[in-house]
């Protein structure tokens, strides 16, 4: 199925933004100094697994997020605690999922590096937002709450549809014949 061309140039302008090299190494050089030792690496990566184990961890934010936003769609108030409860598990689930994504990223080559770093950006940004709807639903502003969850659900649906080009267009972290990637010693 071709792509929308709009979503293409964004992607492609995305990819070409030297701009960003900058953010992009002082990160990668990050990631590299403090994601030690390479067992530990291994396991972020998913190697024992098999397969890159970041994608399957995201399913327990999104799922708990979109969890939350049905129940705000339904209303109620044992909804409202129900969706506050997700959103927070959300936000304590997307730490590790970050955590292995980030040493996946490291792996990759410089186009890839900068959709992924606009990746982990744009959900950064969702994930703030879900923050923020936390804490006010807290406060029992749930109507405040549920606006910046559905903000940030759409925020990290930009960020997903970033890390679907960055696996099924870009290849990233995809094996060859038949490896596990990011399985070789740097």
């Known amino acids: 199925m071709p792509e929308i061309r ?3 140039r964004l992607t492609e302008s995305i990819e070409h933004a030297s ?4 953010a992009v190494d002082f990160d990668r050089k990050f990631v590299d100094a403090t994601a030690r030792p390479r067992a530990l690496r291994q396991l972020l990566h998913g190697v024992p697994f098999g397969h890159p184990i970041h ?10 997020w979109i969890s ?3 129940l705000d769609l339904l209303g109620g108030k044992g909804n409202a605690k129900a969706a506050k409860t997700l959103v927070g598990v959300g936000l304590v689930s997307s730490g590790s999922a970050s955590v292995a994504g980030y040493v996946d990223w490291s792996e990759l080559d410089r186009e890839q590096l900068r959709t992924g770093w606009v990746h982990q950006a744009v959900n950064w940004v969702g994930i703030s ?12 502003n749930h109507g405040a709450g549920k606006l910046l969850g559905f903000a940030g659900l759409t925020v990290v649906s930009v960020g997903g549809y970033l890390g679907g080009h960055l696996a099924y267009r870009q290849r990233a972290g995809v094996s060859t014949a038949g490896e596990v990637p990011f399985d070789a010693p740097r």
Request: hydrophobic residues 55%; positive net charge; without cysteine.
């Open 6 to 8: 709009a979503l293409r």
């Open 19 to 22: 701009v960003l090299d900058t």
């Open 55 to 64: 994608p399957l961890m995201v399913q327990v934010p999104l799922g708990a």
């Open 68 to 70: 939350a936003a049905v």
């Open 129 to 140: 937002l879900y923050g923020l709807s936390w804490l006010q639903r807290k406060r029992g």
